[in-house]
């Protein structure tokens, strides 16, 4: 299901906005109140889904209507608390039309342990989605949470938010809803095959490969942007540090590799 690039009106989007939240009820990616999902209506409104209710039961007409800068001027309900991070990804963000937010348990799994999404692994999530950084800790609902997640919004449009979720933002809620599944069922295929085996990496060769088809499709990629240094498998033996450094740097990794080449060049010596 997409808008084929036609522009909805406010009733379309109140719909999509509550079918959006049955599918991420029905799929187990909420429990009771949990989530939020928003619009962009035009240059100042914003639809948001109301705090306190079941996004699985959403009527159109319980939707609050809210300006950019987090005035709720519509709607019998209160707006959803965790409004601010939808503001800030619009305000941010140009090409940002919605944003989801639900608590996806595979994916969540990778935020609550810490745990970087490794890269270089599935071509379809290289070419259609690209990295999924994690984003630091904050109390959910304040700025502080929105502020968070602005270094990351620009080159990527699926986040995990650790020891709490995940975000997607798209044209459209149905485009955050594919995205979402599609995250979800990479950390399901990745948890899954450590019960296995362990994880293998396309080669960095072919995944730039990946990445040009990526940017075919309009896609931006820093990692292309930043040419091919950031997925060659920087330590022999070891797991692309580019793959595992998924969380924009994640300081306590790169100081593991660093320490384990140190100890091997000194078992070497
Ligand atoms: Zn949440």
């Known amino acids: 299901m997409t808008n084929q690039g036609r522009r909805l009106d406010e009733w379309e989007m109140r719909e999509q906005i509550c079918e959006v939240g049955r599918r991420v009820w029905q799929r187990e990616y909420i429990a009771s109140n949990d989530g939020n999902i928003s619009v962009r209506l035009d240059d100042d409104k914003v639809l948001c889904t109301p705090t306190l209710v079941s996004k699985g039961f959403m009527k159109p ?3 609050a209507l809210v300006t950019l800068d987090g005035k ?3 709607g019998r309900l209160p707006m959803t608390s965790e409004v601010k991070v939808h503001l ?3 305000r941010q963000r140009g090409d940002a039309r919605a944003v989801v ?3 996806p348990p595979h994916a969540t799994a990778f935020a609550v342990a810490r745990q970087p999404v490794p890269k270089c692994i599935l071509p379809e999530i290289e070419v259609f989605l690209g990295e999924i950084p ?3 800790y904050a109390t959910p609902g304040t700025q502080e949470f929105a502020d968070a997640v602005i270094p990351f919004m620009e080159h990527h449009n699926a986040f995990l938010l650790t020891n709490h979720g995940a975000l997607t933002v798209g044209a459209d809620p149905f485009e ?3 995205r979402m599944e599609t995250v979800e069922q990479y950390c399901k295929i990745l ?3 450590k019960q296995i085996g362990d994880w293998t990496q396309i080669d960095p060769n072919k995944v730039m490969d990946l990445l040009r ?3 075919k499709l309009g896609h931006k990629d820093r990692r292309v942007l930043q040419d091919a240094e950031l997925c060659s498998y920087g330590v022999p033996g070891e797991q692309c540090a580019a793959a595992r450094e998924g969380a924009d740097g994640d300081k306590a990794f790169i100081e593991e590799v660093v320490r384990r080449v140190v100890e091997r060049l000194k078992t070497r010596s």
């Open 61 to 63: 007409d319980d939707l």
């Open 72 to 74: 709720q001027v519509g």
């Open 88 to 90: 800030e990804m619009y």
């Open 101 to 103: 937010h639900v608590h």
């Open 134 to 136: 994690v984003v630091p």
């Open 176 to 178: 955050c809803y594919y």
């Open 191 to 193: 948890i899954l095959a």
């Open 213 to 215: 088809i990526r940017q």
